[in-house]
């Protein structure tokens, strides 16, 4: 990635995609210059940041998601095109599921209040995976009540129709859902893509008003599922024990938590490796405590180590690179994995730029970074701003890397280090968040300047510390409405962390303009 920037490249002179004013017009949760942007500029930011229902240091779930939705709904109306190509992007791309989905439903929502066509479309772009057609209608409902406009319906419906299938009925059509298949059906009336797909439809329909319903002979799957569950949790554990379980799991499209429901004696051990080899990589990535602490066969283990550190995998597993820092931190206990989480990392972040020349980087530990993205997480906004920090700093050619808050200190490190191992030793918690105050302490003279942040800073802005020649990229982790500096020529901003917006930085130091990555 670094052969056209090099040293002797011109720096970046364009614009980057996200727009704000040039002059602030309000303060940063913290007092400092507060810059608003436009409205694309501020909905990207939020979406990338936002798992939709949860309070950040400075703002409640409720003001967030109420945010989020009114960007929607006139963003939507103002470019529907560009809308649906950032629902597309965000769902399949940052990987975002809720977000993608209240963007879809509220974006239709204002494109039917406008009279627009397009929702049918923009809801269609936000369903991926077969649970969220329901989802989709059960926000509808709480929403805007149990009349569902037909653009809605029909773009549900499009999402059923990609996404129901043998497996994901047995593993999402569940009685702890409020909106099973059946509903999502009954409601929308989806067209099956071929006669198998007619089968299923039919059987979701008869076994939501009939639980002795029997699947269809051309649904071998959920027939292999039928005659396993069949058995006493006894019978099952049996086929555990002699090790002829596994076969059984895999014709009948098993997940772990059906097993774990079923079998006698709870997942041990011989549970674990018999559904070991039908779990998909996140299910095998968030397990990897319970297959240690069950005592999972030692070359069991060295199978799903060597599937984690696969690139191949990997790449088709989506994951953010944020999953594996919380599965590292789950087995720290253990050395098993920590090379291969530490491989499964590397190639998440396979975009992740080799910045030639100087490089100041800065990472936000303030006390509001210390806030985890999820209710229920373990990984807080502070450890993702270092993890990427240190991923970007250990590529680059000359760099400084610097934590701060109310202080500021520069973050040792050595080039083949791994990047788990400094976000676990290497920051710490530094109080308030005196942004130009680093910057203005550890610039000298360098090629760029990289800050990753919430932008909720005190004081003046901190770009402008930096002369108008050298290129500021600043990555807001939370997507607060207002940014800590105004976006020009050389002065960058970008949402949320993933390694293709690090590998923007390479498309933007060749000379190009930043345009939003969809």
Avoid: C
Avoid at 123 to 135: C, H, I, Q, S, T
Avoid at 158 to 173: F, I, M, Q, R, V
Avoid at 317 to 324: A, D, I, K, M, N
């Amino acid at each position: 990635m670094s052969k056209f920037n090099t040293t002797s490249a011109r720096s970046a002179r364009g614009q980057g995609f996200i727009q704000s004013e040039q002059v602030a017009t309000g303060t940063t949760y913290e007092g400092g210059a507060g810059y608003a942007r436009d409205q694309k500029s501020e909905l990207f930011l939020l979406g990338v940041t936002n798992f939709v229902g949860e309070n950040t240091f400075y703002e409640s779930a409720d003001k967030r998601d109420d945010r989020f939705a009114t960007l929607s709904r006139a963003v939507a109306v103002a470019d529907p095109s560009w809308m649906t190509r950032f629902v597309t992007w965000l769902r399949r791309d940052a990987n975002m599921r809720s977000a993608a989905l209240v963007a879809a439903l509220e974006g239709a929502a204002g494109l039917l209040d406008s009279g627009m066509p397009g929702g049918r479309q923009l809801v269609a772009a936000a369903l991926l995976r077969a649970d969220e057609p329901g989802e989709a209608l059960a926000y509808w409902h709480s929403k805007y009540g149990r009349s569902v406009p037909k653009p809605i319906k029909r773009g549900i419906a499009d999402g059923a129709a990609t996404t129901y299938n043998e497996y994901s009925l047995a593993k999402y059509d569940t009685a702890s859902k409020g909106y099973r298949f059946a509903d999502v059906i009954q409601l929308t009336h989806p067209t099956p893509k071929d006669e198998r797909q007619a089968d299923l439809f039919k059987f979701a329909l008869d076994r939501r008003y009939d639980s002795s319903a029997e699947a269809p002979a051309s649904l071998s799957i959920l027939a292999a599922r039928k005659e396993l569950l069949a058995l006493s949790g006894k019978e099952i554990r049996t086929l555990a024990d002699n090790g002829t379980l596994s076969e059984r799991l895999k014709g009948a499209g098993m997940t772990w938590e059906a097993l774990s429901g079923v079998i006698s004696g709870g997942m041990d051990a011989k549970a674990w490796e018999a559904i070991i080899p039908t779990m998909g990589y996140m299910a095998t990535l968030r397990n990897l405590r319970n297959f240690l602490d069950a005592g999972v066969d030692r070359k069991v283990l060295n199978s799903v180590a060597a599937r984690l550190a696969d690139p191949e995998e990997v790449a088709k597993s989506r994951q953010l690179p944020l999953r594996f820092l919380s599965a590292s931190k789950a087995v720290t206990h253990s050395a098993l994995f920590a090379q291969p989480l530490e491989d499964a990392l590397e190639a998440s972040l396979a975009n992740v730029p080799s910045l030639k020349g100087r490089t100041l980087i800065l990472v936000d530990r303030s006390a509001s970074m210390f806030w985890s993205y999820s209710e229920n997480g373990t990984v807080t906004y502070a450890d993702q701003a270092a993890l990427f920090g240190s991923a970007l700093a250990l590529r680059g050619e000359k760099v400084d890397l610097v934590e701060f808050g109310s202080t500021s200190a520069v973050v040792p490190f050595r080039k083949g280090t791994s990047v788990l191992s400094m976000v676990r030793n290497k920051f710490h918690n530094l109080g308030g968040t005196a942004t130009a105050l680093a910057v203005r302490t550890h610039f000298n003279g360098h090629d760029r300047v990289v800050i990753i942040t919430d932008e909720q800073a005190s004081g003046a802005a901190p770009t402008a510390v930096v002369p108008d020649s050298v290129p500021v990229y600043t990555f807001n982790l939370v997507g607060y409405s207002r940014g800590h500096g105004e976006s020009k020529a050389n002065r960058y901003y970008f949402g949320g962390l993933t390694d293709a917006s690090f590998g923007l930085i390479d498309l933007l130091e060749r000379g190009r303009n930043g345009d939003f990555p969809f």
